[in-house]
């Protein structure tokens, strides 16, 4: 079964969505596409990023992951082909891959498959269609590129730590309006040391307890826990915890650690 994923920020107002399956369909009728999402923000490779390295893993080995994220034509971009984990990834070489993977990838080429001038402003429905089902009827990436060692890196904000404290940030804001930062499950339980911790974030609210789930608390009540991402998340219950607790992306949170 070959599956193509679709991350972009394409929308779905105008006809660049359409465009693109339809360039897919056309080449591999029997493919299945798959929407990861179409609604990252506008060239926001950092939020492309979190989306899709959350999501890819729970396909199926083969799987080709296709990024239209910041990958409008220019002379100067490369657009690369990427596996790692036994995925495939095609994309603009604009950062995202050095967001999306710990390590270098497993296999890198370089594209050289010759671009259509009616798509010159346009390359997804081109070069990365042509890539991608070419990936996803098994053939071999050496075929549509140059071997490569060497990505972009994109840095990102990191936490700051302390022995007895963490400050990070907002980075996330998902659809039920919980509240993602960048602390990890495995920096919090390192600093933590089986310590109790007080959160502190917007409008002088304090959480001093994980919760396992959402329900864990009532209805209303705010809570934070480790959510699929493994990253500390801030939620109210069945509540909109963005809006109601205003924050936002690019907020301060602190945890502060205490016997």
């Known amino acids: 079964m070959a599956i ?13 969505q359409a465009a693109l399956k339809g360039s897919i369909l056309s080449l591999f009728p029997e493919v299945n596409i798959i929407d990861i999402t179409n609604e990252v923000p506008s060239f926001n490779v950092s939020y492309a990023a979190y989306v899709l390295k959350n999501a890819y ?55 050289n498959i010759l671009q259509d001038l009616k798509y010159l402003q ?15 009827k098994g053939a071999s990436m050496i075929d549509i590129g ?5 990505i972009i890196e994109r840095g990102t904000i990191q936490p700051v730590i302390e022995k007895d404290m ?21 920096l919090f339980t390192k600093i933590q040391d089986n310590r109790e911790f007080t959160l502190y974030f ?11 789930h959402y329900n864990e608390v009532q209805e209303g009540e705010k809570l934070c826990l480790f959510g699929m991402s493994d990253h500390l998340e801030i939620a109210i219950n069945k509540g909109k915890a963005s809006g109601l607790l205003g924050l936002h992306v690019n907020d301060i949170v602190r945890i502060e650690f205490h016997n």
């Open 4 to 16: 193509i994923t679709l991350t972009t920020d394409l929308g779905t107002k105008d006809f660049y």
């Open 57 to 111: 893993a729970y396909f199926p080995k083969g799987t080709v992951h296709l990024i239209g994220i910041d990958s409008v034509f220019s002379k100067n971009t490369r657009y690369l082909a990427v596996k790692h984990n036994g995925h495939y990834f095609v994309g603009a070489d604009n950062g995202i891959f050095s967001l999306l993977f710990d390590r270098i990838p497993d296999e890198i080429v370089e594209l």
């Open 122 to 136: 346009f390359p997804l429905v081109d070069i990365f269609v042509k890539a991608s089902v070419h990936l996803a």
């Open 146 to 150: 140059i071997p490569s060692d060497q």
């Open 166 to 186: 963490i400050r990070g940030s907002v980075i996330y804001i998902d659809t039920f309006s919980n509240v993602i930062t960048n602390i990890t499950k495995d």
């Open 202 to 212: 917007r409008k002088n609210e304090t959480i001093t307890q994980l919760s396992w």
